[in-house]
């Protein structure tokens, strides 16, 4: 049972990383808005393929893609 | 009254009814679906031109309704100003820009795929992203390639108004305050699963025997993670209880964060020692429970303060500078200083307070006042920054701008309101200060018994009555109980903003109420109709003031705006204050009306008697009846007929108002606006005590001193003369379509805009009210079992541990019952709720 001085003071080092990417995480505003990105997963697949058609103020400022 | 159309659509954008034919079209997909104005039409098109148009099949709210004749024009160039962008603009070093924009009209979550889709097409747009919860977007972008005023402008394009934001205060704290707790409950959380599963260890260990170093090992891995936990996680409840000694005011943060501390150090004593127990993973536990319910009551109460954009909101960006050279010049709202010269477009906020110096217009002041109707001003009359101007261009001198205007007073008297706002005592923080006292004192008898007899055990027994009285089930029962009813409030359209609010509610005895907007649509609508010409149908006589109406900004005009009128009305004048006169040259032969009256061309007037009659050269005409807005409509010749238009009460004011009188409430009606209009829907409510031309200090002082007498007030209001005696009252209520600073004081929001939720809102508070007390009873009555049973030294410390647990879970479960919608109403609620949020007219 020895290994437990080991393999303990080791899964207390993954708890730190573990607190410290979360810190990380929340200062860069990745938990400010808790409710959209459930949403916004599905809606990025395409329902129906379709080409968009350029219309007059849109191909203006479309970024060449 | 306006006939019904048989036929109705509504407008695929916005969600708007359009009685009759559609006015016009945008082809989506392929299909062509109906559009209730050309603005939305163009919205639309703008949206599937960029091949976004699965927005429409995304989405589960409706858009905001651009109410607009034309595409979106709004001009922001003058973000481009330079001292405009040194305020709003952060440059990095390699050129990039950083902006961050509040955006109105976001209804849902689709909403924020279709503007980050449209902003990162664009060229220049490094990327974008926008917030649901703080309707907030931040963009980064190359000034070489795209301005931000371009931006703005695709913004608009798509039907949402951007508005620039700068962070006021309050919202960088709510910010800070919000990092901070989801850090806490991440600490608090990771160290609880860990502390967990070592207590497990160390549990098996109690039952099959284990080697002291190993537990002692265990012991001191447990102690380094609940470290943190104490220290950090649990810091706020401290930081509480220190200041309830210091004010000699305990509160339940004393009895929580005495019971951490106390559990703690015992442990960290056994620990050291290696004796007695460890009970780091209750410690843990407690801390991550209250943390949670913490967190979702905070949640909710930021919810109104990250949305807009703080005061700036209540005034324009930008104003129009007549210059010494008598041009026109777009200057920032922040740069007019006092003695400018300002050119106010008509339907422009007024940046500054000013006295004109040229031009005469009409004013809506309803937002500062309370009157519906605009007030007319003319050379010499001082006009106010946040009203909007109504009719025509006018010069105005500034004369206070910035922290001297009347706006900016109004703001001062609330800040000055809310300090010395009263609150009520809460349940849970009265019963705790008998409840430490009494745990305190058990204990110190428990532990002078135990050291005569049995100095050996005393401390330990001491440290078990302790846990088992440890007030988790008595702390939680307040909190899990509101964040309960405050969740099924918000799943109807209500929101509590306050912790005190539900429990508040219970003790009040008199509602004030606002009256525009608040009792009454705040709009104008046509109530009756007289021909006073026999061969002149109601109908015809509408389609006539509505092709004249047609030319007009005023609020009179908005009435006839809906009505789809075959006419049209030619040279219109007018005149301000008094009402308007055009020709109306033929009449379309759709029409089966064959009235010859109106076959050839004629001029009409439509406003006050006395302009008409002065024009027809006759004796001045009174109304039907004194009361009400009373508009005279004329042919060249004769008098042709009268409107009526009021500001028409909301359809449940007067069943809210009646259930109300019926649970004994007291109510008083403050307005704003003329004594014979407020004295009118006083009646019609049956309202006995009311008042009108009430300024906001007047009905402060009237707050204060039904507050002297004793009386718990409830306070119902919208506009910014409303927000000091809304900050001021025991709890204040205000209308999802209300002023932006309005709805960030109260208490609770409408959401729904629903006055009749008001009686929701307090029958949930009594049944919150009930739960906290069978909660409170049942927590306290654990204790009074278990204490002297633990005092005997007859329980053994997982006993207390598991007695602790389920107590709380029971708890829990109690309050949880307050989630579940009683039979009928949620439902509906949500159904009914209108779709569209703030009327545009108040945006810049």
């Known amino acids: 049972m020895d290994i437990i001085y080991l393999l303990i003071p080791l899964a207390l080092i993954f708890v730190a990383v573990a607190v410290w990417a979360f810190f990380w995480a929340v200062d860069n505003g990745q938990y400010d808005d808790l409710e959209s990105p459930s949403h916004s997963i599905l809606f990025d697949q395409e329902p129906s393929p379709q080409q968009p058609t350029p219309s007059k103020q849109a191909s203006e400022n479309k970024a060449n893609d | ?25 945008a082809v989506i997909n392929g299909t062509s679906h109906p559009m209730c104005c050309p603005g939305c039409q163009f919205v639309a098109e703008a949206i599937e031109g960029e091949g976004l148009a699965h927005y429409y099949q995304y989405r589960t709210e409706q858009a905001l309704k651009l109410g607009q004749d034309k595409a979106p024009t709004t001009d922001y160039t003058v973000y481009d100003r330079k001292a405009l962008q040194t305020q709003l603009v952060s440059q990095q070093l390699n050129g990039q820009c950083h902006v961050s924009l509040s955006i109105e009209g976001i209804t849902c979550a689709a909403c924020i795929w279709l503007l980050e889709k449209h902003l990162n097409q664009l060229k220049g747009v490094e990327q974008a992203s926008v917030n649901l919860t703080t309707h907030r977007a931040y963009i ?22 951007p508005h620039p934001f700068s962070m006021d205060k309050q919202q960088q704290l709510a910010q800070q305050e919000y990092r901070k707790s989801i850090r806490r409950l991440a600490v608090a959380g990771i160290g609880t699963m860990q502390v967990m599963m070592y207590a497990i260890a160390l549990y098996a260990g109690a039952l099959q025997g284990m080697e002291d170093s190993y537990r002692d090992f265990i012991r001191w891995v447990s102690f380094l993670l609940a470290t943190p936990v104490v220290f950090y996680a649990a810091q706020p409840f401290f930081k509480a209880a220190w200041r309830d000694v210091k004010a000699r005011h305990l509160s339940m943060d004393f009895p929580v964060a005495t019971a951490i501390g106390a559990a703690y150090t015992a442990s960290t004593w056994a620990m050291l020692t290696g004796s007695g127990e460890v009970y780091f993973d209750s410690v843990c536990m407690f801390t991550f429970f209250l943390l949670i319910s913490r967190f979702l009551e905070m949640r909710a109460r930021h919810h109104t303060t990250q949305q807009g954009s703080g005061l700036l909101k209540l005034l324009p960006d930008k104003a129009t500078r007549i210059d010494d050279n008598s041009q026109e010049q777009a200057i920032a709202a922040i740069e007019v200083e006092m003695g400018y010269t300002l050119r106010i477009k008509p339907g422009e906020p007024v940046p500054a307070d000013g006295v004109i110096i040229q031009g005469q217009t009409t004013c809506n ?165 007289i021909p006073t010409n026999s061969t002149l149908s109601p109908e015809t006589m509408l389609d006539l003031i509505a092709a004249l109406e047609a030319h007009s900004e005023h609020p009179i005009a908005k009435t006839f705006a809906e009505r789809a009128t075959p006419l049209r009305a030619k040279s219109v004048t007018n005149h301000p204050g008094y009402g308007i006169e055009g020709s109306i040259s033929s009449h379309p032969a759709s029409s089966n009306d064959s009235n010859p009256e109106i076959r050839k061309a004629q001029r009409y007037r439509v406003g006050k008697s006395v302009f008409i009659c002065s024009w027809l050269n006759i004796p001045l005409l009174d109304p039907p009846e004194p009361v009400g807005q009373w508009l005279l409509f004329a042919s060249e010749q004769e008098v042709l007929g009268w409107i009526k238009l009021a500001d028409t009460l909301r359809q449940d004011s007067a069943h809210t108002i009646h259930d109300l009188q019926q649970q004994n409430m007291q109510l008083s009606l403050l307005s704003g606006d003329q004594p014979n209009v407020v004295k009118r829907v006083a009646e019609t409510l049956s309202i006995s005590s009311w008042q009108a031309n009430m300024t906001p200090e007047d009905k402060l002082a009237q707050l204060q001193t039904l507050q002297q007498q004793g009386k718990n007030v409830l306070m119902v209001g919208d506009g910014i003369n409303d927000v000091p005696i809304l900050a001021a009252a025991n709890v204040s209520v205000s209308l999802g379509c209300g002023s932006d600073l309005a709805k960030n004081t109260a208490d609770i929001v409408l959401l729904n805009n629903q006055l009749n939720s008001l009686l929701t809102v307090f029958d949930i508070a009594k049944q919150t009210r009930n739960t906290i007390r069978t909660n409170l009873v049942w927590a306290l009555s654990y204790n009074l079992v278990a204490l002297p049973l633990a005092a005997c030294g007859i329980i053994q410390p997982w006993m207390a541990a598991i007695g602790m647990a389920s107590s709380s879970l029971l708890v829990v479960a109690n309050a949880l019952r307050l989630t579940r919608t009683s039979k009928c109403s949620t439902k509906q609620h949500l159904q009914t709720q209108p779709s569209q949020i703030t009327p545009l007219e108040t945006a810049p």
């Open chain 2, 1 to 25: 009254m306006a006939k019904q159309m048989a036929n109705q659509s509504t407008c695929y954008h916005c969600g708007e009814t359009i009685s009759g034919k559609a006015p016009c079209f």
């Open chain 2, 140 to 161: 980064q972008y190359l000034p070489e390639h795209v301005k931000l005023s371009e931006i703005m402008q695709h913004i608009a394009y798509i039907g949402y108004l």
């Open chain 2, 365 to 529: 002041e309803a937002m500062l006042t309370g009157e519906y109707l605009p007030v007319t001003k003319q050379v010499s009359d001082t006009v106010l920054a946040g009203t909007i101007n109504v009719e025509h261009a006018i010069d105005i001198q500034v004369t206070a701008t910035g922290q001297t205007t009347r706006l900016a007073h109004i703001v001062s008297l609330l800040e000055q309101a809310q300090q010395e706002k009263p609150f009520i005592a809460q349940l849970a923080d009265r019963v705790a200060s008998y409840f430490v006292t009494a745990v305190i004192l058990i204990a110190a008898v428990v532990y002078s018994y135990w050291s005569q007899h049995n100095p050996a055990d005393a401390f330990w027994i001491t440290l078990a009555v302790l846990v088992v009285t440890c007030p988790c089930a008595l702390s939680l029962a307040t909190p899990t109980a509101l964040t309960a009813a405050m969740g099924r409030l918000y799943q109807q359209g209500l929101l509590i903003t306050g912790n005190h609010v539900l429990e508040s509610l219970t003790h009040i005895n008199h509602i004030i109420f606002d009256k525009t907007g608040t009792l009454t649509e705040g709009k104008l609508t046509l109530e009756q109709v």
